[in-house]
């Protein structure tokens, strides 16, 4: 009995003396807090939005379409592309998928070092408030337009203003937030608001009315841009190539194959998906020269140091 008692009093101090004391498991947590920020700092990070252009790059990022012992790949999620500018601009991303007007902007009035990987698909539709009752672009003659101001929406709404030819003004409002901008849709705010994917397949289920695509239009400003400040060549050819598997992905298998992503990270349900048109890719390749001189053109008329 006695025995048995001394080896029952060995074994708790054996117990002890494994166990780690409070200073120990500190210095530790301590110890994986500093890796991770350092993880992190290494980390090649694109900026994305919830938008169906950035689906190659979620896409290629939950499906680790890319070798992790060569690039360690994260995702900045915004919601505004304003803080996608922030971003470029600061230096805390690597990449980010903007449009031309936004970049050609960054480029020569904040002078941020940039250059092109791709082009993307991204386009926008300006969708009518059915209660509004507009039924074609004549009709916006005293109706209030949200759009993003210094991007392609931007561009956009000077466009359609001018094919429209109201015979009063065309009031235009800043709305960044995407997706605050498609509840302002469903609570009837304003009028009229530019979208893209999925926003916009969402915003025509409520019986609302499409009264112009930038596509039918020939319209192509989406792009992903590659900040050069501090270069990573090897990082950018990784993500790259990641990112023409993603394309072969979706263009294979279609958009709606990723119902999961598409619902996890652009908040869209089970209809809007269903409703989604076949969107295809291309891999990477340089934007249209044209595209880019009417980017131009639209900024050296309204002013590349307009605040």
Known sequence: ?????????????????????????????????HAEIESYQRAYKVAVMPTLDCLPAYLLKDSMLYDTAKVDIRLKEY????DCDTAMAGGSVQAAFSDLIRTERLKHRQKVLMHYLTDTNLNWQLIADRSSKLKKLSDLSDKIIAKTRFSGTDLLSNM???????????????????????????????????????????????????????????????????MDKHRRPSDETEFAK????????INKNGVKYYAALIKKYMQADDATVRALPDIKYTKVGPPRRADLIMARDFLNHNKWDRS
């Open 1 to 33: 009995m006695k025995r048995t008692y001394y080896i029952l009093i060995l074994s708790m101090f054996l117990i002890a003396g494994c166990g780690k004391s409070a200073k120990q498991l500190k210095a530790e947590q301590k110890a994986k807090e």
């Open 79 to 82: 919601t505004a592309q304003m």
């Open 160 to 226: 359609v203003v001018k094919k429209a030819k109201p015979k009063y003004q065309v009031f235009q409002v800043q709305v960044n937030d995407v997706l605050i901008r498609l509840k302002m849709l469903q609570n009837h705010e304003i009028d009229a608001y530019w979208f893209t994917e999925p926003q916009a397949t969402k915003a025509l289920q409520g019986d609302n009315n499409s009264l112009f695509n930038s596509a039918d239009a020939g319209v192509h400003l989406g792009v992903v841009a590659i």
């Open 242 to 249: 990641a990112y023409d598997k993603a394309v072969e992905l």
